[in-house]
């Protein structure tokens, strides 16, 4: 719950502001690691553990942890955000950079940042869902 999506006032998506990637987004620290972990814990509490995100997914809808729904968001959110690092690592890669987790905002055509924005939002509602699942609101 710490790395909260970078999504700013009328659902802009917030870049870095200065440094070598600025005007980049940490895609990994904006929603790929808070889905991953997230599902992780939820799978260590039903004691589902194995497997990958979307086999402990599997898991959890089948333990009624979540609702075919909520996963199905969770697994399409996660996917997306994979699909853009991977599409940038390449990039890089081809570009003669080394590959790391920042996507190019400028790079994104207008659908690419809607599914973007949608993806982002999908990972807030989901850790909205865990703050609630593991009652971390009355954490300090």
Not at 28 to 54: C, D, M, P, R, Y
Not at 87 to 112: F, H, K, T, W
């Amino acid at each position: 719950l710490r790395f909260a999506p970078p999504i700013g006032w009328f659902g802009k998506i917030k870049g870095e502001k200065d440094g070598a990637h600025s005007g980049m987004l940490e895609i990994k620290k904006a929603g790929i690691f808070a889905i991953s972990e997230g599902v992780k814990a939820l799978a260590i509490q039903a004691g589902t553990l194995k497997g990958s995100t979307h086999q402990r997914l599997e898991a959890l809808v089948r333990d009624k942890v979540l609702s075919r729904k909520v996963a199905d968001n969770i697994a399409e959110s996660f996917d997306f955000l994979v699909l853009m690092r991977l599409r940038a690592q390449v990039e890089a890669v081809r570009e003669g950079q080394a590959p790391d987790n920042y996507i190019s905002l400028e790079r994104l055509n207008m659908m690419e940042l809607g599914r973007l924005r949608i993806a982002l939002k999908g990972v807030e509602k989901f850790q909205e869902f865990i703050k609630g699942h593991f009652h971390l609101h009355l954490l300090r």
